[in-house]
């Protein structure tokens, strides 16, 4: 059975960094029928697509966040993160990190709390 869990803090200040990692088991980050997402909800709005790092690395982002965004792997721990710049409080969110196929995500992580407040 795969499983997705997110980890990483769940308070960061304006203007620094959110990273997030995704730890993936029951599934290999390098195999080519899949492909790892992020997607966020801040409260009271719609999920919010992120990015995407396919099974050879290369990522891709959502042309609104493009510019804060980045997407790695560790290939060695089977992982995947996230990393956005510059955040505000309009940042804050719940952030899911997922398996996606057929360009759409079918297995999520429980999803992760991050505030940006100072």
């Known amino acids: 059975q795969v499983q997705l869990q997110e980890s990483g803090p769940g308070l960061v200040k304006p203007s620094q960094t959110l990273s997030l990692t995704c730890t993936v088991s029951?599934?290999?980050?390098?195999?080519?029928?899949?492909?790892w997402s992020w997607i966020r909800q801040p409260p009271g709005k719609d999920l919010e697509w992120m990015g995407i790092?396919?099974?050879?690395?290369?990522?891709y982002y959502s042309p609104s966040l493009k510019s804060r965004t980045s997407i790695s792997r560790d290939t060695t721990k089977n992982q995947f993160s996230l990393q956005l710049s510059s955040v505000t409080p309009e940042d804050t969110a719940v952030y899911y990190c997922?398996?996606?196929?057929?360009?759409?995500?079918?297995?999520w992580g429980q999803g992760t709390q991050v505030t940006v407040s100072s």
């Open positions: 997922a398996r996606q196929n057929y360009n759409a995500p079918h297995y």
């Open positions: 790092i396919y099974a050879d690395g290369s990522p």
């Open positions: 029951g599934s290999s980050i390098t195999n080519n029928e899949n492909a």
